[in-house]
């Protein structure tokens, strides 16, 4: 059963009790990064290997993301400033203890291609926030397979 969490704002995401922050370069601009976080919603689960289904909900203002394992979120966009910065928090999740979440991805110009930043910002019960920072490692993983397949489907002709 999905529970509502609590609103919070981009501030949240410097602020959090549990903030976990992923970096990559790529060979990719960050149009072409933005482009794949912001606009190609749907082609999200063809370089996030953990996302089943992601769509774009109320007109492009927020999105629906399942997970391998069964985790559903629905999120609202809370920045999307081309090509610098895409933000999204958690609405409703079915995921137990966390009471907010946001994420955000930063893309800074490296060169010829981008330093993409991901923060994982959360809080929630004792024992969620625990468990969160046992999986940074995991989330870290996922992260970097993430980028490296993103960056392979982004220099396909």
Known sequence: MARRLRPVD??????????????????????QVFHALAEDVPGLPQ?????????ATDGGAGREIRLRG?????????VAKEPEVYAYRVDTTNAPGVRAL???????PRGTGTLV??????????????????????????FRDAVTALDRRLAKP
């Open 70 to 78: 069964g985790t559903r979120f629905t999120e609202t966009i809370l």
């Open 117 to 142: 930043q991901w923060t994982f910002a959360a809080d929630g019960a004792a024992p969620f926030r625990f468990v969160l920072r046992l999986a940074r490692a995991g989330l870290g993983r996922a």
């Open 47 to 55: 370089w996030f290997s953990a996302v089943t289904l992601a769509r």
């Open 10 to 31: 981009l501030d949240f995401v410097g602020a959090a009790p549990v903030r976990l922050v992923f970096a990559r370069n790529m060979s990719a601009s960050p149009e």
């Open 102 to 108: 946001a994420e955000e991805w930063r893309l800074t």
